[in-house]
């Protein structure tokens, strides 16, 4: 079973910031937090990932709280193609992706 | 665009066939790995090759038979299969090295079993 929980849907207006929550409470030491989204019909595309400290690339930010126990994916200026099913994946192990229900989002114009 | 490619994209087959759907990556990666993902589901694991060698088989029933020929190559060899293995087939790879090193997807075979 995945480790993570996630809302069902979220939906935010297109410019804004879109903030998706995760919850892995029984999260390990060494188990890094990996974000994916999936667009209809695409395979999973790869978006961040982080062990404890906050982490930012040119799609996403990743914040991590102290104790490790959630995390916060934010799109800071969402768009029409960022429409797609997030999912937050506690590693489990080297190789294993676990993947949880997701979220799906919705970027209204 | 995605540096993992799958194909074919499609392909539609009755139970008594037998066909390969076939992934491969230039990014040097030496793990690589096969999904299932039914209708409205999330992906799930079926089998993974680290360097070249199968390292996880997820209980998955042996009317697939995976194979990893070299580094860059991934196949999947498919035998009398049934409607309800009907699904879309992803394909990732990553480096080896474990906790730290993103997987990377294709965009998958979707597979109709008649």
């Known amino acids: 079973d995945a480790k993570t929980t996630q809302p069902t849907s979220m939906d935010c207006a297109e410019g804004r910031a879109a903030n998706l929550p995760c919850n892995h409470s029984?999260?390990?030491?060494?188990?890094?937090v990996y974000w994916y989204r999936q667009i209809h019909s695409q395979g999973p595309q790869y978006i961040i990932h982080?062990?404890?400290n906050n982490e930012t690339n040119e799609m996403a930010s990743l914040i991590i709280t102290e104790d490790r126990k959630s995390s916060t994916l934010i799109l800071p200026h969402a768009t029409l193609r960022d429409t797609a099913v997030y999912y937050c994946i506690v590693k489990e192990g080297a190789q294993k992706l676990v993947f949880g229900q997701g979220t799906r989002l919705t970027i209204n114009p | 665009d995605t540096e993992v490619t799958q194909t074919p994209k499609h392909l539609v087959m009755g139970m008594t066939n037998k066909k390969s759907l076939k992934c491969e990556q230039h990014m040097g990666h030496r793990a690589m790995y096969w999904y299932k993902q039914k209708a409205k589901k999330p992906p799930e694991l079926m089998f993974v090759?680290?360097?070249?060698?199968?390292?996880i088989n997820e209980s998955v029933p042996s009317r697939f038979s995976p194979e990893c020929p070299n580094s860059s190559l991934l196949n999947l060899h498919l035998h009398a299969l049934q409607p309800e293995d009907s699904a879309l087939y992803l394909c990732?790879?990553?480096?080896?090295?474990?906790?730290?090193?993103?997987?990377?997807f294709g965009d998958g075979t979707r597979l109709s079993i008649l």
């Open positions: 982080g062990l404890k």
């Open positions: 990732a790879s990553s480096q080896e090295g474990g906790f730290n090193q993103p997987q990377h």
């Open positions: 090759y680290s360097y070249e060698k199968l390292s």
């Open positions: 029984t999260i390990s030491g060494n188990e890094y």
